[in-house]
Nanobody
Framework: QVLLVESGGGLVQAGGSLRLSCAAS????????MGWFRQAPGKDREFVAS????????YYADSVKGRFTISRDNAKNTVYLQMNSLQPEDTAVYYC?????????????????WGQGTQVTVSS
């Protein structure tokens, strides 16, 4: 079992920045990949970014590429999502997720454990 706890969400003005954190605990040795997803009101959950737990391979959705950066700190069992140049369209509940095998990196179908989500609201 892997437990994921997110933090760092909040309210920010357009053009501002936020950094989300996701602390993993439990059977962290089983983690292959960590990812971030988001879900806006009335919309489906969508992929944001992912990173290998060991290594530097990353993936980003086109909508956030160049603005968001995913990173990790294995010593702290934590992944981060640095979000810059935020826009109202980025408003959503953001979820972190963990995959225990090398499956689809950009689909929620490739992940096994999920955090509770943290709200990000960007005002215009």
């Amino acid at each position: 079992q892997v437990l994921l706890v997110e933090s760092g969400g909040g309210l920010v003005q357009a053009g501002g920045s936020l950094r989300l954190s996701c602390a993993a605990s439990g059977r962290t040795v089983s983690i292959w990949r960590m990812g971030w997803f988001r879900q806006a009101p009335g919309k489906d959950r969508e992929f944001v970014a992912s990173i290998r737990w060991s290594g530097v391979t990353t993936y980003y959705a086109d909508s956030v590429k160049g603005r968001f950066t995913i990173s990790r700190d294995n010593a702290k069992n934590t992944v981060y999502l640095q979000m810059n140049s935020l826009q109202p369209e980025d408003t959503a509940v953001y979820y972190c997720a963990a995959a225990v095998s090398n499956r689809a990196a950009t689909s929620d179908r490739g992940y096994d454990y999920w955090g509770q989500g943290t709200q990000v609201t960007v005002s215009s």
